[in-house]
């Protein structure tokens, strides 16, 4: 009885080791077709390539012994030396009295709106109307600001923030009459403290509510400059005109803020910088 079982056994043993070697043999004969034939495929067609470029590139010399070489005639252009030209001293001086004469149209109107803050305020005045005074040297600065700068430039601080969010103030209140809704006060001051002073300051000199600061309203305040730019650019986009304040403590301008129409900086000197950064 064990000896049929074992006969058994080594029966169904030989047998799986006869199937295992017939897959096998299937194995390998397919391995061989596969990569064996791909490799000739491959190989016959890396030998066209190659026949093909020698022989495009014996068609290339041929054709280029064959071309005829022109001398090209030298032409000698007059140099921009040889050019009159205007010296940069005049160049400078007619760019100065354009961009003076930016406001020029205005000026009458503008002149008789600084006379107008010189006087007694008015504390009753419509929103958007100053309903604080200047005095002389604020007067100066406005001047100097529209009729020699053109409304583009730097002016010094007038030593206080609360000096400068006035002459701000008159600066929106005449833009306001000459623009009419057209345009937008964007205010860059860097740190949330100078940003409330400006909003406070503004609201009180102009007669405004919370609702008119804000990005679909007249003022808009800004930490970032870049985000400042890209405000004005939507602005300009639009068709309209976006005027920029910057603080006093603000180091720098932006260079991108160099390309806008209407800009005005501060610029604190060193005391006033000195006791800004003391209170943050």
Request: aromatic fraction near 8%; glycine fraction near 6%; hydrophobic fraction near 40%.
């Amino acid at each position: 009885m064990a000896l049929t079982e074992l006969q058994q056994h080594r029966d169904q043993l030989e047998a799986e080791i006869k199937d295992l070697s017939n897959r096998k043999s299937q194995l390998e004969k397919e391995l061989s077709s596969s990569f064996a034939g791909q490799s000739d495929a491959i190989a016959r067609r890396v030998k066209g390539f190659q026949d093909y470029l020698t022989g495009a590139l014996q068609d290339l010399a041929q054709s280029v012994e064959q071309l005829e070489l022109v001398v090209q005639p030298v032409v000698v252009q007059p140099s921009p030396l040889d050019q009159p030209k205007s010296t940069p001293e005049a160049g400078a001086q007619d760019n100065a009295l354009a961009v003076a004469d930016t406001f020029k149209p205005d000026e009458s109107l503008i002149r008789e709106c600084l006379e107008q803050f010189l006087s007694q305020p008015d504390f009753y005045a419509d929103p958007w109307k100053l309903r604080r005074s200047l005095d002389p040297r604020d007067k100066e600065l406005l001047e100097d600001w529209f009729f020699n700068q053109g409304g583009r430039g730097a002016q010094p601080s007038r030593n206080s923030r609360t000096r400068n969010i006035l002459v701000a103030a008159a600066l929106i209140a005449i833009l306001g009459e000459l623009y009419g809704d057209r345009f937008q006060s964007l205010v860059l001051a860097g740190e949330p403290e100078r940003l409330g002073e400006w909003r406070r300051g503004l609201q009180d000199a102009l007669g405004l509510a919370r609702e008119d600061f804000g990005p679909s309203s007249g003022i808009v305040l800004f930490e970032r400059g870049e985000a400042l730019v890209e405000r004005a650019d939507r602005l300009e986009e639009r068709g309209e005109v976006p005027l920029i304040l910057i603080d006093a403590a603000q180091r720098s301008v932006e260079i991108p803020v160099l390309q806008f129409p209407l800009w005005l900086a501060f610029a604190a000197g060193p005391q006033e910088r000195f006791e800004d950064e003391e209170l943050l």
